[in-house]
């Protein structure tokens, strides 16, 4: 029972990753609708952002995963 | 209606053995990798016997990734025939492994285990063992820690290491070790994480729908839209993987600009060669 506590606890480091994302989604859109022809270019280290940042919650999750199967 | 206290569905952190070979023991994502390596070991030989200059359908479809992928490697920096098909490479592993993952019947058939309601899958998606996101992401590492060192030295690359303002050495020297020694754990979990929650996703979202006689029509299309969000996060994962190889790889080459002189690409089999020398 302790470990699902700490497993849910670990989950509110997800917020930074939310924001991040939503902040880096929003300046690429901001980029597309001056220079539509820059989707192109951005494409590529915008994903590579998405993906950094992402990891981030997903350390989050990993240690949600093992608190909550691998711990008695 | 499941009792309270009960599971949902059951997961496994750690994949199932299936038989032993000897010592070796074979696991049901070792079969899934395998299956993965089938695939394009399959489509490698249907490549070389009817490849034409004049694709047709098939030899469009393989030829995807590799054009599609050539094209952002060429595209972010001039000196890449050493380790484009290594970017190349590691996608399409990931994508089909991914993509395998979400066949029927992986996952879904296997053998009955000890405890009620636990089956024993004889296929996984191979993504969901850490072993073999870790694997990839030690082959990324040997690889460019070899490019960093076979260009620049041992010494060189240590250098590169304590940083340019020489007395912030002993504070840039171990933050700059962890950063790239913490590029192998960043690689598996990333990848990790997104195919095992995926599994766990979808089973919960089938277990849900389907836990109850009136939910029965929602279990028609709602895990179909995470088998569909499943396609593209394992499809993006795979790009991820390969582009951040790539860009690992041309951290370690360090173009700086005054130094394109340096950019007569080596051949390809000097690469394998120095991962070989390094490994």
Not at chain 2, 38 to 46: G, N, T
Not at chain 2, 126 to 132: E, I, S
Not at chain 2, 133 to 147: E, K, P
Request: net charge negative.
């Amino acid at each position: 029972m302790d470990s699902n506590l700490a497993a849910g606890l670990a989950m509110i480091g997800a917020i930074g990753p939310g924001i991040g994302l939503g902040i880096g989604f929003s300046k690429a859109m901001e980029a597309i609708g001056r220079n539509p022809e820059a989707a192109g270019t951005l494409f590529v280290p915008y994903i590579l952002g998405l993906a950094l940042t992402e990891a981030i919650g997903i350390y989050c999750l990993i240690i949600a995963i093992i608190l909550i199967f691998a711990v008695a | 209606m499941p009792e309270a206290g009960s599971k949902l569905i059951h997961v496994v952190l750690k994949a199932e053995k299936l038989f032993s070979i000897g010592p070796l023991e074979v696991t049901n994502s070792m079969v899934g990798a395998v299956l993965a390596s089938v695939v394009l070991l399959l489509a490698m030989v249907y490549f070389m016997r009817m490849a034409s200059i004049v694709p047709n359908r098939m030899q469009s479809l393989i030829e995807l990734p590799v054009e599609l992928m050539t094209g952002i490697v060429a595209g972010t920096t001039s000196r890449w025939r050493g380790y484009v098909v290594l970017v190349i490479g590691l996608f399409v592993m990931i994508l089909v492994a991914n993509w395998l993952g979400l066949l029927p019947g992986v996952g879904t058939i296997g053998l009955r285990g000890e405890q009620p309601g636990e089956l024993i899958p004889f296929v996984r998606a191979a993504g969901a063992d850490v072993n073999f996101t870790l694997g990839l992401a030690l082959v990324t590492f040997v690889v460019f820690v070899s490019w960093a060192i076979r260009l620049h030295g041992p010494l060189g690359y240590l250098r590169e290491l304590a940083g340019e303002p020489r007395y912030m050495a002993p504070l840039m020297f171990p933050i700059h070790l962890i950063s790239e020694l913490s590029r192998l754990v960043s690689l598996s979990m990333r990848l990790f994480g997104n195919i095992f929650a995926g599994e766990i996703l979808l089973g919960t979202m089938l277990a849900l729908t389907t836990a109850a006689a009136f939910l029965l029509p929602l279990a028609l299309f709602i895990p179909t839209i995470f088998l569909g969000l499943e396609l593209l996060f394992g499809a993006v994962q795979a790009l991820v993987f390969a582009l951040l190889t790539m860009a690992y790889i041309i951290l370690a080459i360090g173009e700086r600009p005054g130094t394109e002189h340096e950019a007569n690409a080596p051949a390809g089999n000097e690469g394998a060669q120095a991962s070989a020398h390094a490994a």
